[in-house]
């Protein structure tokens, strides 16, 4: 199912789109709720007791802030860079034991979504909050290493991750593949997905209903689009409302 928020009546002609850029966990990879696994890991590794009241004020924030660089989350739970710092090592190690273990999959359809894009003359760029690590590790193990000409991680934009434009705004500048900023869609799983979107004056914006956030987040941080998969991308710029 695709909707359109209505506050966003002069959404652009979908064929104008010539660079399409991608979040990964969530929207186009499915990885179960492993985030949430690998916070627990991190949270030991600073002492945090789990079934504690600052171990489930932790969780919260993790899970409102879903697409935010994770170093950044840290940052802001546990205050100085030295915690921050060992924590996204745990995280980024439990994670990517999650994945050499056969935990992740792709979304239904996003594969080929992806190629059908691809196909019709459309640059793919895939982006994450995970450190360049781990992203690697997720594309190894979907074996989706060449699949796209760019992927990229705060770090490969300057260190600033969702919800700045950042990441966006590199794609945009690497690839060459659009004239305009307009000429953009972004698709995400979360709030932070569409907010980073918006910032980069996108001219598509929407978010998948396969992930972290809802429709309610959605349309608060001003997606043009809401989309049940980013499988119902390549239809929805193909003209499909």
């Not at 360049?132 to 190894?140: E, F, G, N, W, Y």
């Not at 992930?211 to 929805?236: N, Q, W, Y």
Request: net charge negative.
């Amino acid at each position: 199912m695709t909707s359109v928020t209505p506050n966003t009546p002069d959404a652009p002609d979908a064929p104008g789109i010539r660079l399409v850029v991608l979040d990964m966990a969530g929207t186009t990879v499915a990885d179960g709720g492993l985030v949430e696994r690998a916070f627990a890991a991190a949270a030991a590794e600073l002492g945090v007791e789990p079934g504690s009241a600052e171990h489930a004020g932790h969780l919260a924030y993790v899970r409102a802030t879903m697409g935010e660089s994770k170093i950044s989350v840290f940052r802001h739970l546990f205050g100085d860079e030295d915690r921050a710092r060992r924590a996204n090592t745990a995280f980024e190690k439990a994670y990517g034991d999650l994945v050499d273990q056969g935990l992740i999959a792709p979304v239904p359809g996003a594969r080929e979504a992806i190629e059908e894009l691809t196909a019709g003359g459309r640059t793919v760029v895939l982006t994450t909050g995970f450190a360049r690590v781990t992203q690697d590790a997720v594309l190894d193990a979907l074996g989706w290493r060449g699949l796209v000409p760019l992927t990229l991680c705060p770090a490969d934009a300057g260190g600033r991750g969702r919800p700045y434009p950042d990441m966006v705004l590199e794609a945009f500048v690497r690839t060459k593949a659009a004239e305009d900023v307009r000429q953009i869609a972004v698709a995400g799983d979360t709030s932070y997905d569409v907010l980073s979107g918006v910032r980069a004056g996108a001219g598509l914006v929407a978010g998948v209903r396969t992930g972290a956030h809802g429709d309610a987040e959605f349309t608060a941080a001003g997606a043009t689009h809401v989309l049940d998969s980013v499988a119902g991308l390549p239809g929805l710029l193909a003209g499909d409302r």
